[in-house]
């Protein structure tokens, strides 16, 4: 596996909810939410079929990161990964799906 890639939404998404957790928790606690979804995602690089398909789409597999209650959705492509979103796990299930249609 070569590496890993964010769909642009995807991208955007995760800086908006680092910025804004710098802005009104803290720049600690922003740095512990990219640290943990760093770390997971170095996991899901070296072993992109460890995590279960989604309930909600059967092309796109779901890494659960509880300590910061968000969840990682990725596709695994021949030679890269591709995160379609990093959802709060209590937010608005599913509105990434129209990512992978």
Do not use: C
Request: cysteine-free.
């Amino acid at each position: 596996m070569s590496g890993i890639i964010y769909l642009p939404a995807a991208s955007k998404e995760l800086q908006a909810t680092i910025d804004w957790l710098a802005d009104h928790a803290s720049k600690g606690h922003a740095n512990h939410l990219a640290s943990v979804i760093e770390s997971a995602l170095f996991e899901i690089a070296e072993v992109p079929l460890a995590w279960p398909v989604s309930r909600l789409s059967s092309r796109v597999r779901a890494r659960p990161l509880r300590a910061i209650h968000h969840t990682v959705f990725y596709l695994v492509e021949p030679v890269q990964v591709v995160v379609v979103a990093i959802s709060h796990m209590k937010r608005r299930p599913g509105y990434w799906l129209d990512r992978v249609e």
